[in-house]
């Protein structure tokens, strides 16, 4: 390998333990280990004397199990069995996104109003499932975590793990994406009845889409656009506040005191999407620390390449003794190991050539699913080169 195309070591524990380091966004595709990634990097910040508080987005049973998170729960809660002797703390939550835009409700609006919002019909389907809201509820958890931080100091790192989604892109554009819900022409046109009201409100449905509304009487009901109607009448003094705090929060997250590590599995489409955003962090200016490749293959005997282990296979299965059947199925597990570690390693070099002066981590596949501290610690030790 050419000395420029060699990746750049990424110094984890530096990172961590780095005081400036207030905020470690792990984002990628779907499936490639971010909610592992993020909580053993927790693990291993504050076993290494840091106040952390990871946020993650539906984890594994067992991983959730492992953290104490038996049950969905909004509230960051105390992490058991780690070691403390540095002083530091771990709490982790799992993000709540009904309950979470119910606080945002609860919070920005009177009592009566937020009342109102609550036992819409509306608002509770809108709530849980409206497509981006997953991805915002976890940018305004991200926000109200970080100002209890500056507030009580409850934690100095808070590492998040991003939503599941068909695109890595998803979490940075859903503020966008639900500001121009907000400010869209269906939206303004179902809130120009509660706006208007009385007789003007005849005015504005009669001068053209009156045939509208009439079609949609008749598929959603009368009942239901109703609803709607007034969800949206009680949500119109919030909409400023959505996109107030959407813009804070992404402020914050391209601030110095930000990190983003991509993660990635060593498979062409996982590395074609975390191309796809390392130039989209690049775009946005946000701070991209570096990238991490998981469960990259290895093998025990490197220097026994497929081909060889393969071929002494082939003579040792002409003698037909049990103890060569033996040595032949290992030589053929091993072919097999060697032929995807090799894979895998070119298409972490190709990665690496492509975006020279990126620090990349390789972290070797785990021979199990992690479902315990002990293996949150081994993935935090490969993270820091171990």
Not at 37 to 53: D, F, K, Y
Not at 140 to 162: C, F, M, N, P, Y
Request: with cysteine; charged share 25%; hydrophobic share 45%.
């Amino acid at each position: 390998m050419a000395a420029k195309d060699k990746p750049v070591p990424l110094d984890m524990d530096r990172l961590l333990t780095d005081a400036a380091t207030r905020i470690i966004v792990c984002c990628g595709a779907g499936g490639v280990g971010k909610t592992t990634t993020a909580a053993a990097l927790g693990l291993r910040a504050a076993e290494q004397g840091r106040h952390v508080v990871v946020l993650t987005i539906d984890p594994a049973r067992r991983l959730a199990q492992s953290l104490g998170l038996t049950s969905l729960d909004n509230t960051p809660r105390p992490v058991k069995g780690i070691d403390d002797s540095a002083g530091g703390s771990l709490d982790a939550m799992m993000l709540d996104m009904k309950r979470t835009f119910d606080e945002v409700v609860q919070l920005h609006s009177t009592p009566e109003k937020a009342e109102q919002i609550l036992a819409n019909p509306f608002y509770q389907a809108v709530s849980s499932s409206f497509a981006g809201t997953q991805e915002y509820m976890a940018m305004e958890k991200l926000g109200q975590l970080r100002a209890r931080a500056d507030k009580d100091g409850s934690w100095d790192l808070i590492i998040v793990d991003t939503p599941p989604s068909r695109s890595a892109l998803d979490f940075l554009d859903a503020p966008k994406r639900l500001g121009s819900f907000l400010d869209g022409r269906f939206i303004r046109l179902l809130s120009a009845p509660a706006k208007a009201g009385g007789r003007a409100y005849l005015k504005v449905f009669s001068a053209g889409v009156g045939v509208v509304t009439q079609t949609m009487n008749k598929i959603l009901g009368a009942q239901v656009l109703t609803d709607v109607q007034t969800f949206v009448a009680a949500l119109d003094t919030m909409f400023g506040g959505f996109r107030e705090r959407a813009e804070a929060t992404y402020s914050l997250l391209q601030e110095g005191g930000t990190a983003f590590l991509v993660v990635a599995a060593p498979e062409r489409d996982a590395l074609r999407e975390a191309s796809f955003f390392v130039d989209r962090l690049a775009e946005e200016q946000m701070p991209l620390t570096g990238v991490v490749i998981n469960r990259m293959y290895a093998v025990e005997a490197p220097g026994l390449s497929s081909g060889r282990a393969l071929a002494a296979a082939e003579q040792l299965a002409e003698e037909g003794s049990p103890s060569a059947k033996i040595t032949e199925g290992l030589l053929r597990v091993h072919a097999a190991r060697a032929e995807v570690a090799t894979r895998h390693q070119g298409l972490a070099r190709r990665f690496s050539a492509g975006h020279p002066g990126i620090p990349v981590v390789q972290v070797a596949a785990a021979a199990e699913d992690i479902h315990d501290v002990e293996g949150l610690r081994a993935v935090g030790d490969s993270l820091a080169g171990g």
